[in-house]
């Protein structure tokens, strides 16, 4: 059956702080590097075969890759469209704040200058399509966010709007997902 493997990537600062990073362009901590180092290490553990990794352009992505390809040897290439969504007036705010919490509910929301989630939704919808339709001959990991991981795993589950709101894994989580 083909598959996609999905993770988040390694902790930064703003993680260890409680604050959405969204779209800034956050590092990782040195916990973060050890994670994503981690990763590559299970990867190679439970034999995961996975033929490239495509990765968000933010740095904190892009960083869990480059450890992840260096542990495993797997090819690696930036994906635009994984990177994470823009939540306007609300990044570097608490993560746990109720307006934001209330507002990750309206999916057609910009958040003040930020990306809708249909919009964002568009986006990693089209690009799991693309992998879908030539997915017999490739497996990808995808490094990315949580913001994204929501939206991956929605498109693969049905989900009520306040457990979509909700969803989230943790740092270097791995996550496999079956097409149909």
Same mark, same amino acid.
């Given at each position: 059956m083909a598959?996609? /493997?999905?993770?988040r990537?390694?902790q930064?600062?703003? &993680?260890v702080?409680n604050? +959405?990073?969204?779209a800034?362009? +956050?590092?990782?901590?040195e916990?973060?590097?050890?994670q994503?180092?981690e990763l590559?290490?299970?990867?190679?553990r =439970?034999?995961l075969k996975?033929d490239? +990794?495509?990765?968000?352009p !933010?740095i $904190?992505?892009?960083?869990?890759a480059r450890?992840i390809?260096?542990v495993t040897?797997?090819?690696?290439?930036?994906?635009?469209?994984?990177k994470? =969504?823009?939540?306007?007036?609300?990044?570097?705010t608490?993560?746990?704040g109720?307006?934001f919490a209330?507002?990750?509910t309206?999916?057609? &929301?910009h958040?003040?200058g930020?990306e809708t989630m249909l919009?964002l939704?568009?986006?990693i919808y089209n690009?799991l399509?693309d992998?879908?339709?030539?997915a017999?001959?490739?497996?990808?990991? !995808?490094?990315?966010?949580?913001?994204?991981s $929501?939206?991956?795993?929605?498109y693969? /589950?049905?989900?009520? &709007?306040?457990?979509?709101?909700r969803f989230? +894994?943790? &740092?270097?989580e791995?996550r496999?997902?079956d097409?149909?």
């Amino acid at each position: 059956m083909a598959h996609i /493997y999905f993770t988040r990537h390694g902790q930064t600062i703003w &993680n260890v702080e409680n604050k +959405i990073c969204g779209a800034t362009d +956050i590092a990782l901590t040195e916990l973060g590097h050890k994670q994503a180092k981690e990763l590559g290490e299970e990867i190679l553990r =439970q034999n995961l075969k996975i033929d490239e +990794i495509l990765y968000s352009p !933010l740095i $904190r992505a892009a960083e869990t890759a480059r450890h992840i390809s260096e542990v495993t040897q797997i090819p690696m290439r930036m994906e635009e469209r994984l990177k994470e =969504q823009n939540f306007g007036k609300y990044e570097s705010t608490p993560r746990d704040g109720k307006e934001f919490a209330e507002m990750k509910t309206h999916f057609i &929301n910009h958040f003040e200058g930020g990306e809708t989630m249909l919009h964002l939704a568009q986006r990693i919808y089209n690009l799991l399509d693309d992998i879908k339709a030539q997915a017999d001959s490739k497996t990808y990991l !995808l490094v990315a966010h949580n913001g994204i991981s $929501r939206v991956i795993h929605s498109y693969f /589950y049905d989900m009520e &709007n306040e457990e979509y709101a909700r969803f989230g +894994i943790k &740092n270097c989580e791995i996550r496999r997902y079956d097409f149909k």
